[in-house]
């Protein structure tokens, strides 16, 4: 009698009744067992195609001989018909070719590869290869740039989502016209011989530093180390897939894995969570109150005082407006602060503590939740840069003040500003009562608080990101 799917039971009922009549070390049990697990540990609740193609490749990634992976396939395969019922065909039928063709992998340099990037950190403005290891790290953050990307890189064009990238093309003089982050002799020689050049630079400094390539040396094979990176950041295999451009020979088995059409943001946060995994000493921002009576000069000098050097490494960002009145005839001009009290400052996530240690009398620093031991609260990178980019535009019908949002009901649905003085901000919108064409937007500075401010945006402008 043919068992009809998903109305009786799913197959992933069926697989474990099966589990029950299995020998404990039957093939078929290790099978079924290995296919569960990942269901569960992905949250899958239907066997679609895909869903088979990653728990392939993830069994293979993992170490499994190709001939394991393959008696794994015809096991699971044979139990899938037994459930569709006789004379029926499905996903496993459509993906037996993929399984033959599994190619092995040989290298196991990748890993201990990965494990020699600590070694580039050493490297400051004073090496002779101090642009090499930038460009190496900046491929490395980045698995979606190329080596022409990289040629081309322009601080107007330069990518700022991710700290890391940013930390980069920040540490490189934009001043006197320079155009070109990197200076590879743009113009001077052909791109393709460009290319050439760097390439072999970089497989001189990363077998300087103890790297090992097997199958030669590539863009590939710095790629090759960031996808090693992404799977110890627990990123999924789909996502993996959607940020890299060719696979590396080291992982052939991410060919199985389907492309799929990842949201552009979706893209960036996987490449700061591995940049993250990679490099946690980023420079972040972060916001501080000022506590009664204190001024933003009054913080400036204590660090000055108290630690010496450290202002070069902190960077204070206290947003002001220009308002002009008049006393005794004369005309004065004054800064005022658009959110009063909240200095925003940007430094590594190590030395906020030692920072408030010494200026603690002053300010003190917001922390993703009220306990005293929670860790402090950082602003994203992408949100910060709209928000600076913004505050020069501000007029003085628009309005910001801080709130708090522990249990405050945010309505509006996940969109993104295209045109007009807010271009590029996303978040969440609210019309302002009786105020048509008004829109509240908001700047997260920790879980509860956020700032808001108020400004004008046509519809025609506002485009769902859901």
């Given at each position: ?11 992933v ?18 099978a ?7 269901l569960?540990e ?28 393959k008696?794994?396939?015809t ?24 399984v033959?063709?599994l190619?092995?992998?040989s290298?196991?340099?990748v ?5 020699m990037v ?5 490297r ?7 642009q ?11 698995p ?5 990307d990289?040629?081309d890189?322009?601080f ?18 934009s ?12 113009g ?17 400094l ?8 097997e ?11 960031w996808i090693?990176?992404a799977l110890?950041?627990?990123v999924a295999?789909?996502?993996?897939r ?13 060919s ?7 949201p ?5 946060n ?24 204190v ?20 960077e ?9 009145r ?5 005309r004065?001009?004054e800064?005022?602060?658009?959110l009063p ?9 190590d ?11 002053l300010a003190?620093?917001f ?27 501000f ?5 910001m ?5 522990g249990?405050?009901l945010?309505?509006?649905?996940r969109?993104?500003i ?23 937007f908001f700047l997260?500075?920790a ?5 808001r ?14």
């Amino acid at each position: 009698m043919n068992i009809q799917p998903n109305i009786r039971f799913s197959f992933v009922d069926f697989a474990e009744q099966t589990l029950v009549s299995e020998p404990s070390k039957s093939l078929t049990r290790y099978a079924l067992e290995s296919l569960l697990g990942y269901l569960r540990e992905t949250g899958a609740d239907d066997l679609e195609e895909h869903v088979v193609r990653e728990w392939i490749a993830r069994m293979s990634i993992e170490g499994k001989k190709n001939s394991t992976c393959k008696r794994y396939f015809t096991k699971v395969q044979a139990v899938y018909k037994h459930w569709l019922g006789d004379g029926c065909s499905g996903t496993f039928d459509s993906l037996a070719k993929f399984v033959d063709s599994l190619k092995e992998t040989s290298d196991r340099n990748v890993s201990r590869n990965g494990e020699m990037v600590k070694r580039l950190f050493g490297r400051n403005e004073r090496s002779d290869d101090w642009q090499t290891v930038c460009i190496c790290l900046y491929l490395l953050y980045n698995p979606m740039a190329s080596l022409a990307d990289v040629v081309d890189l322009t601080f107007d064009s330069a990518p700022q989502f991710c700290p890391q990238i940013a930390d980069i093309i920040n540490s490189f003089d934009s001043s006197h016209g320079r155009k070109y982050v990197f200076a590879l002799k743009q113009g001077k020689s052909r791109p393709n011989e460009i290319c050439r050049k760097l390439t072999r630079q970089l497989q001189d400094l990363l077998t300087s530093v103890g790297m090992k390539f097997e199958y030669g040396f590539s863009r590939s094979s710095i790629t090759a180390i960031w996808i090693d990176a992404a799977l110890k950041a627990n990123v999924a295999l789909s996502g993996i897939r959607s940020c890299v451009g060719a696979i590396p020979p080291e992982y052939p088995a991410l060919s199985l894995v389907g492309r799929f059409d990842f949201p552009v943001v979706d893209k960036e946060n996987i490449i700061c969570q591995v940049a993250d995994s990679i490099n946690c000493h980023a420079k972040r921002w972060f916001a501080m109150k000022l506590r009664p009576g204190v001024k933003a000069e009054n913080i400036e000098e204590a660090i000055k005082e108290c630690l010496p050097g450290r202002l070069n490494t902190i960077e204070l960002f206290y947003p002001t407006r220009a308002e002009v009145r008049k006393a005794n005839k004369k005309r004065i001009v004054e800064n005022i602060p658009i959110l009063p009290d909240i200095l925003f400052f940007k430094s590594t996530r190590d030395r906020v503590k030692s920072l408030f240690a010494s200026i603690g009398n002053l300010a003190w620093c917001f922390r993703t939740t009220n306990a005293p031991d929670s860790d402090y609260s950082v602003i994203s990178h992408r949100e910060m840069l709209s928000f600076q980019r913004c505050i020069g535009q501000f007029t003085e019908d628009m309005r910001m003040e801080l709130i708090d949002t522990g249990q405050q009901l945010v309505r509006g649905r996940r969109v993104k500003i295209t045109g007009g003085v807010m271009a590029g901000y996303q978040g969440e919108i609210i019309d302002v009562e009786n105020e048509p064409g008004k829109r509240v937007f908001f700047l997260s500075i920790a879980n509860n608080k956020k700032a808001r401010w108020t400004a004008e945006v046509e519809d025609v402008f506002i485009q769902p990101l859901d």
